[in-house]
């Protein structure tokens, strides 16, 4: 029994220093712009395991640049289309994971009246919309993997909540424009404006930052489908939001 506890104490110790170790890394963020995140190197490895190994068309790109070398358009954009309350919540915003707790009740229950209305067609699994805010996105991307568990979900909010602390809000908007995915091994605002729109970050227009911000729920899925009548409507509805959007 007294092993047992010892090994215990050993595992929460071990997991303080790795909290401890993410927010020195955080702190460091202050001045030093990370090279790369936890989600660049997990793709990295995928790529590097074969599962895109012969397709020629692949390729890694991805380009730092600072706050002043990113469209304000891009901005007003992301924050219209992904986080709404950016400026004002303290890095998890309530009421948007209750919006998206409702509404995936809803679609769970509208799916299973599908299934009853046709038992003979293979079910098909309702999208999950999500309530992350920008914050909460940076931490998953900058230093968590993918793994969609109770105990990362936990990692993820004290790491949001030390970003909130220790870098201000133009700098958290700074490193997820940078960082974020906008199609396969496409990584930032730089990357993603010349590779769309073979122009720099700086120069994109109100409507080609509204179409970058619209992809980002799912680059690799917009990037093989840009003539999306989806993709065109939501672009005008971001564009018609961005007037109102307070930039940190």
């Given at each position: 029994m007294r092993g047992l506890g010892r090994w215990l104490l050993w595992l929460f110790l071990a997991g303080v220093a790795l909290q401890l170790f993410f927010v020195a890394r955080i702190a460091l963020?202050?001045?030093?712009?990370?090279?790369?995140?936890a989600f660049m190197r997990s793709e990295a490895w995928r790529v590097a395991g074969g599962s895109l190994q012969g397709d020629k068309a692949w390729r890694w790109s991805h380009q730092w640049v600072d706050d002043a070398q990113i469209s304000p358009y891009l901005k007003r954009a992301v924050i219209a289309s992904e986080d709404a309350g950016f400026v004002d919540h303290r890095g998890?915003?309530?009421?948007?994971i209750e919006g998206a707790w409702q509404k995936n009740e809803r679609r769970q229950q509208q799916a299973e009246k599908r299934a009853a209305r046709q038992p003979a067609q293979p079910a098909r699994e309702p999208r999950i919309v999500g309530g992350s805010t920008i914050t909460q996105q940076l931490a998953k991307n900058l230093l968590l993997s993918g793994e969609r568990q109770l105990f990362r979900k936990g990692q993820e909010l004290?790491?949001?909540l030390?970003?909130?602390?220790?870098?201000?809000?133009r700098r958290i908007l700074e490193i997820?424009?940078?960082?974020?995915?906008w199609g396969e091994g496409v990584f930032?605002?730089?990357?993603?404006?010349?590779?769309?729109?073979?122009?720099?970050?700086?120069?994109?227009?109100?409507?080609?930052?509204a179409r970058l911000a619209v992809m980002l729920p799912?680059?690799?899925?917009f990037e093989t489908r840009q003539g999306s009548a989806y993709l065109a409507r939501r672009t005008g509805t971001i564009v018609a939001r961005m007037g109102a959007v307070a930039l940190p």
């Open positions: 963020m202050v001045a030093v712009d990370p090279a790369s995140t998890v915003d309530w009421s948007a004290l790491l949001t030390a970003l909130e602390a220790l870098l201000d809000k997820y424009l940078n960082s974020v995915e930032g605002a730089e990357a993603a404006s010349q590779r769309y729109f073979n122009k720099p970050a700086s120069k994109l227009s109100p409507s080609e930052a799912s680059p690799k899925f």
